[in-house]
């Protein structure tokens, strides 16, 4: 993590095993996830601290922990320690007293990102980055003080520390964000490290055998000309069926290789040979046609990791707000976590496909369904009956014909940009339609989250899905920026589904069963709480058939300090 930026610190999550009983972490605090009457941006079911800047997480064994950067005394980036908090679900979680706090040498201004492995005989092990005396940027390692503990509430930092310094040209302060490590069949740990090594973003190689001493390999793991430092990179094995853990390589498998950069979340997907250490990729980061993210708005610093109980791989992410660093000071707190995602590897073995996980449905309350709906050109129809400032809504469409489809023009080939030229109050054939969240009921406040098809040339179509915040606020002092992704669907064979998460003032979408998505975080002055609504549009001369829409009001996830005994999710 950079210093002068006010950018995330990569996530991991990490399991653990039985009850939970723990002292206050923060016994002034009240459940303050949401407070409608003074905090109307305070998000219901998604996860942030009671107070201040946050951004990550990391993992463990059988109950969930969330480990996180923090600031414990301002709304802004600084000071940042790891704090610590625990669930059953991902869903409704407890604060503990912070993991590690900047003390040491080797940490003194920072203790940044890092990521949890498992070693054998399910013992623990932290890496992270920390900022010394001299501000350079050093891995270090920790191990929780007493292994029985079933929350892992104190941790210890290796006296060896630092296990790996900025030598040998690396820039001191390009050196960051260490992975989960894996096991190759020679038994010997590997894990990458972002960096910059001659204009290249670079993902360096270490190894060990024993986790304390480790060698920096000759050649990285990958480098690219095309990017700048990576922040917070990901390696992970991956599969069209279920999760893999991180140490499986086998024929089944493909290997994911995310960094951060641009401010984004990229991808690319490849094979990776232990015996070399070499990754084979067809197409590398920011190739021309190639454009994978995991999400196309606001998400940035993601972690994956691997959920053994449940056979699955989770995604999670920092969002950071849009407001300014003024109003984040006001409202006394900055910055949220994605609902965690499930990942896999698409049928087609091109990109990879993201979906909420399944217990954020327990949250569901008060469902209305609408089936075989027409929606003519150029109206609106609105969901009744719903919390439309806290909804999880599942909709798909039917067309009776794609004939009338407007010519893609070859240059449009930047997703945002056509977006923001073909907004949802620009007419066209088939599209704009989808969803207006968030809205007034006189709609001078709305976001829309929408799509639009072409044909091209050759006749095949082409599904552009547009989240448009223009609209989204009264207030002129918000990022209004528009976000936009082509949908890798065959709107011929398949009907064209989008569910949003809306959370007060977050709106994740997922387009084409998770194939695309998009995060905004919006700030209306009207549609708040009660004055927000929900609506079904459609801004094509075409109409459109609302095959089925289910939408649920969500209540809140319980986000509460361990002072309080908790309710039936943590006895």
């Given at each position: 993590m950079e210093i002068s930026a006010i950018w995330a610190v990569g996530l991991c999550l990490f399991l653990a095993r039985h009850g939970i009983e723990a002292e206050a972490s923060y016994p002034s605090c009240r459940n303050l996830q949401s407070n409608p009457t003074e905090q109307p941006y305070r998000t219901a079911y998604h996860f942030q601290p009671p107070k201040n800047w946050m951004n990550g997480p990391m993992y463990y064994n059988g109950v969930y922990h969330l480990f996180y950067q923090y600031n414990p005394y301002a709304a802004v980036w600084g000071n940042i320690t790891w704090a610590h908090s625990i669930s059953y679900d991902l869903v409704n979680?407890?604060?503990?007293?912070?993991?590690?706090?900047?003390?040491?040498?080797?940490?003194?201004?920072?203790?940044?990102?890092?990521?949890?492995?498992?070693?054998?005989?399910?013992?623990?092990?932290?890496?992270?980055?920390?900022?010394?005396?001299?501000?350079?940027?050093?891995?270090?390692?920790?191990?929780?003080?007493?292994?029985?503990?079933p929350l892992l509430r104190e941790w210890i930092k290796s006296p060896r520390n630092p296990l790996m310094s900025p030598t040998n040209g690396i820039d001191a302060n390009n050196f960051r964000d260490p992975t989960t490590a894996w096991q190759g069949p020679d038994k010997v740990w590997r894990i990458i490290v972002g960096s910059l090594i001659n204009d290249h973003g670079t993902a360096l190689l270490y190894r060990s055998r024993d986790f304390v001493n480790w060698t920096k390999s000759q050649t990285p793991l990958h480098s690219s000309n095309k990017t700048g430092m990576w922040e917070c990179p990901d390696f992970y094995p991956v599969s069209t069926r279920t999760g893999v853990?991180?140490?499986?390589?086998?024929?089944?498998?493909?290997?994911?290789?995310?960094?951060?950069?641009?401010?984004?979340?990229?991808?690319?997907?490849?094979?990776?040979?232990?015996?070399?250490?070499?990754?084979?990729?067809?197409?590398?980061?920011?190739?021309?046609?190639?454009?994978?993210?995991?999400?196309?708005?606001?998400?940035?610093?993601?972690?994956?990791?691997?959920?053994?109980?449940?056979?699955?791989?989770?995604?999670?992410?920092?969002?950071?707000?849009?407001?300014?660093?003024?109003?984040?000071?006001?409202?006394?707190?900055?910055?949220?976590?994605?609902?965690?995602?499930?990942?896999?590897?698409?049928?087609?073995?091109?990109?990879?496909?993201?979906?909420?996980?399944?217990?954020?449905?327990?949250?569901?309350?008060?469902?209305?369904?609408?089936?075989?709906?027409?929606?003519?050109?150029?109206?609106?129809?609105?969901?009744?009956?719903?919390?439309?400032?806290?909804?999880?809504?599942?909709?798909?469409?039917?067309?009776?014909?794609?004939?009338?489809?407007?010519?893609?023009?070859?240059?449009?080939?930047?997703?945002?940009?056509?977006?923001?030229?073909?907004?949802?109050s620009v007419k066209g054939s088939i599209g704009p339609f989808g969803l207006l969240v968030l809205a007034s009921k006189d709609l001078t406040e709305q976001t829309a989250i929408f799509f639009h098809i072409f044909k091209t040339h050759n006749k095949k179509y082409v599904v552009l899905m547009c989240s448009d915040q223009s609209r989204s606020s009264v207030r002129q002092d918000v990022d209004k920026t528009s976000y936009g992704a082509f949908v890798d669907i065959d709107p011929l064979r398949e009907k064209i589904s989008l569910r949003g998460l809306i959370d007060h003032s977050i709106v994740e979408s997922f387009g084409g069963e998770g194939r695309s998505c998009i995060t905004a975080r919006v700030y209306p002055e009207l549609a708040i709480n009660k004055e927000a609504h929900l609506y079904v549009f459609n801004n094509g001369t075409q109409s459109v058939k609302i095959s089925r829409l289910d939408a649920w009001s969500m209540k809140k996830a319980e986000i509460v300090p361990t002072n309080r005994r908790r309710n039936s999710h943590f006895n």
């Amino acid at each position: 993590m950079e210093i002068s930026a006010i950018w995330a610190v990569g996530l991991c999550l990490f399991l653990a095993r039985h009850g939970i009983e723990a002292e206050a972490s923060y016994p002034s605090c009240r459940n303050l996830q949401s407070n409608p009457t003074e905090q109307p941006y305070r998000t219901a079911y998604h996860f942030q601290p009671p107070k201040n800047w946050m951004n990550g997480p990391m993992y463990y064994n059988g109950v969930y922990h969330l480990f996180y950067q923090y600031n414990p005394y301002a709304a802004v980036w600084g000071n940042i320690t790891w704090a610590h908090s625990i669930s059953y679900d991902l869903v409704n979680w407890v604060h503990l007293d912070h993991a590690l706090n900047p003390t040491d040498p080797f940490d003194i201004n920072g203790c940044w990102t890092g990521s949890a492995t498992i070693l054998p005989g399910e013992e623990p092990v932290i890496i992270y980055t920390g900022a010394d005396t001299q501000n350079r940027q050093v891995q270090n390692m920790a191990v929780p003080k007493n292994i029985s503990d079933p929350l892992l509430r104190e941790w210890i930092k290796s006296p060896r520390n630092p296990l790996m310094s900025p030598t040998n040209g690396i820039d001191a302060n390009n050196f960051r964000d260490p992975t989960t490590a894996w096991q190759g069949p020679d038994k010997v740990w590997r894990i990458i490290v972002g960096s910059l090594i001659n204009d290249h973003g670079t993902a360096l190689l270490y190894r060990s055998r024993d986790f304390v001493n480790w060698t920096k390999s000759q050649t990285p793991l990958h480098s690219s000309n095309k990017t700048g430092m990576w922040e917070c990179p990901d390696f992970y094995p991956v599969s069209t069926r279920t999760g893999v853990e991180t140490s499986v390589q086998n024929a089944d498998t493909q290997h994911v290789l995310k960094a951060s950069f641009n401010g984004n979340d990229y991808y690319i997907i490849g094979k990776y040979v232990p015996e070399t250490d070499t990754y084979l990729v067809e197409t590398d980061f920011l190739d021309a046609g190639s454009d994978l993210r995991y999400d196309y708005g606001e998400f940035y610093a993601s972690k994956t990791f691997f959920d053994a109980a449940k056979k699955r791989r989770i995604l999670w992410a920092w969002i950071q707000e849009s407001d300014s660093s003024s109003a984040d000071i006001e409202k006394g707190w900055s910055g949220l976590q994605s609902i965690p995602r499930s990942v896999l590897l698409d049928q087609t073995g091109r990109q990879l496909v993201q979906w909420p996980i399944k217990e954020i449905e327990e949250l569901r309350e008060n469902q209305v369904t609408l089936l075989n709906k027409e929606v003519r050109g150029g109206s609106v129809l609105e969901v009744p009956g719903i919390t439309a400032s806290q909804v999880d809504v599942e909709v798909s469409f039917d067309f009776p014909h794609f004939k009338e489809a407007e010519v893609l023009d070859p240059s449009w080939v930047d997703p945002q940009l056509l977006c923001t030229q073909k907004n949802a109050s620009v007419k066209g054939s088939i599209g704009p339609f989808g969803l207006l969240v968030l809205a007034s009921k006189d709609l001078t406040e709305q976001t829309a989250i929408f799509f639009h098809i072409f044909k091209t040339h050759n006749k095949k179509y082409v599904v552009l899905m547009c989240s448009d915040q223009s609209r989204s606020s009264v207030r002129q002092d918000v990022d209004k920026t528009s976000y936009g992704a082509f949908v890798d669907i065959d709107p011929l064979r398949e009907k064209i589904s989008l569910r949003g998460l809306i959370d007060h003032s977050i709106v994740e979408s997922f387009g084409g069963e998770g194939r695309s998505c998009i995060t905004a975080r919006v700030y209306p002055e009207l549609a708040i709480n009660k004055e927000a609504h929900l609506y079904v549009f459609n801004n094509g001369t075409q109409s459109v058939k609302i095959s089925r829409l289910d939408a649920w009001s969500m209540k809140k996830a319980e986000i509460v300090p361990t002072n309080r005994r908790r309710n039936s999710h943590f006895n």
